[in-house]
C-alpha cells in the first residue's frame, strides 16, 4: 500500500455523514490502526477532525498538522478537555478525538450538545457524560461513552485499544464474554442473574442438541435397509406416535394400568371440578350478599343535613319560646336607631353637595399691583441674580449624575483584588438587577475588547450574594452552569463571572483567580466593571 500525503483539498468532511454505521466503524478502526503504525501506544497525534483527514480507495490514511493550543476552527470541536484547559497530551486525547469522528457522522453532523443554531463545547467541556447517539445501538454506545469520558483514565489506553472495541461492534459480541448473552438480553455475561444466566445455559444447551440431532439425521441410511424402511425414515411418523410410546414406558414403569386408570378418573374429577367452577346463580352453596342495614351498620347511614329554623314559636319549652320572643324584640327596637342613622348621613352629604355648589371655593390670586416706583426698581435690581441661578443649576445637573454610573477595567486580578479596587475608588463590584442592567454592562466590557469579567455577585454559606445585600433576582445561567466545584481538580467555585460565549453573554461560577492558574485563556481579555452610586 503506497503512502498517501495529506491534501486539504481532499479531507473526508462531511463525507463521513454518508457512512452507515459499519462503515463508520471500519472506518475509524482503520484510522486507529493507522495511528498505532505511525506512532506506537504511547504518542500523542493530534489534528484529529474531519477536515483534516485523507484517505484514498485503497484504505490509506494521511492526517494533517496539529496544534497544541490557540485552535480554531472545527479542530476546537474535537479537542480533548485536558488538552483544552491544561494542554495536556497523551494517546487518551486521541482517543476523545476518535470517538467523537464516529459521534460526528451518526449524528448527522452534530456533536453532543450541539443544536443547529450554537455549538456545545462549553457543555463537552465542563464534565458532562456524552450521551451516545440513538442510532449507535447498546454495545457502540457503551464503547463511545467510555472513550469520551471527561477524565483520561477512564478511557481507553490507546486507539488501539479502542479500534479493537469497535471491531467488535462490527461482529456484534462482546469480547470475553458470551455472545448468546448479547443476544439474548443485551448485556455482559458478568451483569446477567441467576435466572438469566441459567436461560442462557438452556437456550445454548437446547442448541448443542439440536445440532447433534442434525447430524444423526443427515446420517447415510445402511444398505440393509429396505426401500420400504428408507421410505419410512424419510416421512417419519407423526407427534402421537411419541406420546403412545411414552404412555407404553409409563405402563411399563407402574406394571399396570390400573393405576393409570385410577389417576385418570381423579384427574377427570378434578377437572369436572375445575369446568363446574363457572359463576352460577343456581347453586345453593352460594351465601347471599349481606344487604347492609342501618341495624346492623349504623356508621353507614346516610347523613342528610337539614337546616333547622334557630328559634320555633311552635316548641312545647316555654323558656325557649320567651328566649325567641326576646330577641325578637331586640331586633326591632334597633330597627328605628339603624333608619335614623342612614337619614343623618344623607342629610349631611345634601349639605354638603348643596354648599359646594352654591358657594365654591376662592382661588387666591397673586395680583397685588404696587404703585410704588420704587418697588419696580428693586425688582429690576434682583433680575440679574435669578438669571445667574437659573444658569448654574443645569450645571449641577450635570455635574452629580441621576443613575448609577459604571467604569470598566481591563485587568487580570482575582475577584477579591478586583472587590478591593472597586472599593479605594469609592464604588462597589457592579450590581445586575435586571435584564436592562445586563445589557448596559455587557456593552460596556464589550466595548473595551473584554470576553470575561467580575461582577459583585459571589457564594456566601451556599447562598449568592451581592455586595451591596440586594436580593440576587436576576441570573442568566450558561447551559451546565453553575458547576459550584472544577471537575478537573475540585477547586471550589463561588465567584460570579459573565463572560461570552457564541456571540452572547452568559454567567458562570468560576475560582478566586483563574488567571493565575490558565493565564492562556484569562490573561488580556478578563477585566472588572465597577458602579458608583449618585
Not at 325557649?320 to 342613622?341: F, G, H, T, Y
Not at 352654591?358 to 390670586?365: G, I, V
Not at 441661578?389 to 477595567?409: D, F, G, L, N
Amino acid at each position: 500500500m503506497s503512502k498517501l500525503e495529506y491534501d486539504p483539498g481532499k479531507a473526508i468532511g462531511k463525507g463521513l455523514l454518508d457512512m452507515d454505521r459499519q462503515e463508520l466503524c471500519r472506518f475509524v478502526a482503520g484510522l486507529c490502526l493507522h495511528l498505532q503504525a505511525e506512532l506506537g501506544s504511547h504518542a500523542w497525534r493530534g489534528g484529529i477532525f474531519p477536515e483534516n483527514i485523507c484517505v484514498n480507495e485503497e484504505g490509506a490514511y494521511a492526517i494533517g498538522p496539529a496544534k497544541r493550543e490557540k485552535w480554531t476552527g472545527q479542530e476546537l470541536e474535537f479537542v480533548a478537555p485536558e488538552l483544552y484547559w491544561h494542554g495536556e497530551t497523551g494517546p487518551a486525547a486521541d482517543v476523545y478525538s476518535l470517538a467523537l469522528l464516529v459521534y460526528y457522522g451518526l449524528g448527522g453532523g452534530l456533536l453532543p450538545f450541539d443544536t443547529a443554531t450554537s455549538s456545545g463545547q462549553l457543555a463537552r467541556m465542563s464534565g458532562k457524560v456524552l450521551p451516545a447517539p440513538k442510532s449507535a445501538g447498546k454495545r457502540l454506545g457503551e464503547v463511545l461513552e467510555k472513550a469520551t469520558s471527561f477524565r483520561p483514565s477512564d478511557r481507553y489506553e490507546s486507539p488501539e485499544q479502542f479500534g479493537i472495541m469497535l471491531e467488535s461492534c462490527l461482529d456484534n459480541k462482546y469480547l470475553g464474554g458470551s455472545s448468546g448473552a448479547e443476544a439474548v438480553f443485551k448485556k455482559e455475561e458478568n451483569q446477567l442473574s441467576d435466572i438469566e444466566r441459567m436461560l442462557v445455559e438452556i437456550i445454548e444447551r437446547s442448541g448443542e442438541e439440536e445440532t447433534e440431532r442434525e447430524e444423526e439425521e443427515s446420517e447415510v441410511p445402511s444398505a440393509d435397509l429396505s426401500p420400504e424402511e428408507i421410505a419410512g425414515m424419510e416421512k417419519p411418523d407423526p407427534v402421537p406416535v411419541e406420546k403412545e410410546n411414552v404412555s407404553a414406558m409409563v405402563e411399563e414403569f407402574f406394571g399396570s394400568m390400573g393405576v393409570l386408570k385410577d389417576t385418570e378418573e381423579e384427574n377427570s374429577e378434578e377437572s369436572e371440578d375445575v369446568r363446574l367452577y363457572e359463576p352460577s346463580h343456581d347453586r345453593k352453596d352460594r351465601q347471599p350478599i349481606p344487604i347492609l342495614t342501618v341495624e346492623e351498620n349504623p356508621e353507614l347511614e346516610p347523613v342528610v343535613l337539614r337546616q333547622q329554623p334557630r328559634y320555633s314559636r311552635n316548641t312545647s319549652d316555654p323558656k325557649v319560646q320567651q328566649k325567641a320572643d326576646e330577641e325578637v324584640k331586640k331586633r326591632r327596637s334597633r330597627r328605628p336607631l339603624a333608619v335614623v342613622l342612614i337619614c343623618c348621613l344623607l342629610l349631611l352629604a345634601l349639605a354638603l353637595l348643596a354648599n359646594w355648589l352654591f358657594f365654591p371655593p376662592q382661588r387666591a390670586t397673586q395680583i397685588n399691583p404696587t404703585p410704588d416706583p420704587s418697588a419696580y426698581y428693586a425688582q429690576a435690581v434682583e433680575e440679574p441674580e435669578q438669571t445667574e441661578e437659573t444658569v448654574v443649576e443645569p450645571e449641577q445637573s450635570i455635574v452629580v449624575p441621576v443613575q448609577p454610573r459604571y467604569t470598566v477595567t481591563v485587568s487580570d486580578m482575582s475577584w477579591t483584588q478586583a472587590r478591593d479596587a472597586c472599593i479605594a475608588q469609592g464604588g462597589h463590584l457592579a450590581v445586575i438587577s435586571s435584564r436592562e442592567e445586563f445589557e448596559e454592562v455587557k456593552a460596556l466590557a464589550e466595548a473595551q475588547g473584554l470576553t470575561r469579567f467580575w461582577i459583585g455577585c459571589h457564594r456566601q454559606n451556599d447562598q449568592l450574594v451581592w455586595e451591596t445585600d440586594d436580593p440576587v433576582n436576576y441570573t442568566n445561567w450558561a447551559e451546565g452552569e453553575p458547576s459550584y466545584w472544577d471537575d478537573y481538580d475540585s477547586v471550589p467555585e463561588d465567584y460570579i463571572m459573565v463572560f461570552k460565549s457564541d456571540n452572547d453573554w452568559f454567567y458562570n461560577d468560576n475560582r478566586n483567580d483563574p488567571a493565575a492558574d490558565y493565564p492562556q485563556y484569562y490573561s488580556g481579555v478578563m477585566g472588572y466593571v465597577c458602579e458608583f452610586e449618585n
